[in-house]
């Protein structure tokens, strides 16, 4: 069962790799036509591949889910919502912004590690140079280097202790399926870090404006109005958006 579970998640990620890199290479190619019959199954072996194309199907409708949580996604977009809610403007930036913000930078910043993947395991496994195991374990290998690097080892000791395993004598030699939720739950204590020094200078902001309205007898008046502009200003004039991205893509570096 483990040996299932270790296996899924590198599978996964090669075969979303190799579809990505075949459709750019078809790209500019004439695209084929698509028929898809239902009509009876003459063999039992057209029934299960069947089963396979659905299973398939199946897995690429969650990929999207898989490829987030393994990738800095995760540490991006808390940050930027936290960010979002210390300004206090609601719904702006609206949260097409944000998460088109997020996958760009995640892409720039997995792009190394995704690019060992394609030269290490998914070019030679599309040349026949590598059996399909032997390129889920090359696959593998940087990706577990990238959460390796982020993940706290007191989060990686708790589901190594949960799964029930034996201690590996090196990082690399945990499974995916212990390291992911390892990488995760470090993930959202990082960003939840970040997001609380963010928070700090806007509510130092809030606190002022609301003592001074208390003063002033003004009770009806919400401090947020007065204190909205200020927030904006301060933002803009320490170049906000150029120090919250920097320190994020420095982060995982």
Do not use: C
């Not at 080892?153 to 395993?165: C, R, V």
């Not at 902001?205 to 009806?220: H, K, R, Y």
Request: charged letters at 15%.
């Amino acid at each position: 069962m483990e040996q299932k579970v270790k296996a899924k998640f590198p599978a996964m990620l090669l075969v979303l790799l190799a579809v990505f890199l075949l459709a750019r290479e078809a790209a500019a190619q004439p695209l084929p036509a698509v028929d898809l019959n239902i009509r009876p199954s003459d063999s039992p072996g057209e029934v299960v591949d069947s089963v396979k194309l659905l299973v398939l199907l199946t897995l690429l409708s969650l990929a999207p889910a898989f490829l987030v949580m393994v990738t800095s996604f995760t540490r991006i977009i808390v940050v930027l919502s936290l960010l979002r809610a210390a300004l206090g403007t609601q719904q702006a930036p609206a949260n097409q912004i944000l998460i088109g913000l997020a996958l760009f930078l995640t892409v720039f910043i997995m792009a190394p590690t995704y690019q060992q993947i394609n030269e290490q395991a998914v070019q030679p496994y599309l040349q026949d140079r590598v059996s399909r195991q032997e390129a889920q374990e090359l696959a593998a290998k940087p990706l577990k280097d990238f959460m390796l690097r982020q993940t706290r080892e007191k989060d990686l000791a708790l589901f190594i202790n949960l799964a029930q395993i034996e201690k590996p004598e090196n990082p690399e030699d945990v499974p995916l399926h212990v390291i992911i939720p390892s990488f995760v739950i470090s993930e959202l204590k990082t960003a939840f870090e970040i997001g609380f020094l963010l928070y700090i200078p806007f509510v130092v902001i809030d606190m002022v404006v609301a003592s001074i309205l208390m003063s002033m007898g003004m009770f009806m008046l919400p401090p947020v109005m007065i204190s909205l502009p200020f927030k904006l200003l301060l933002f803009v004039m320490v170049d906000g958006w150029h120090l919250v991205v920097k320190s994020l893509v420095e982060s995982f570096l």
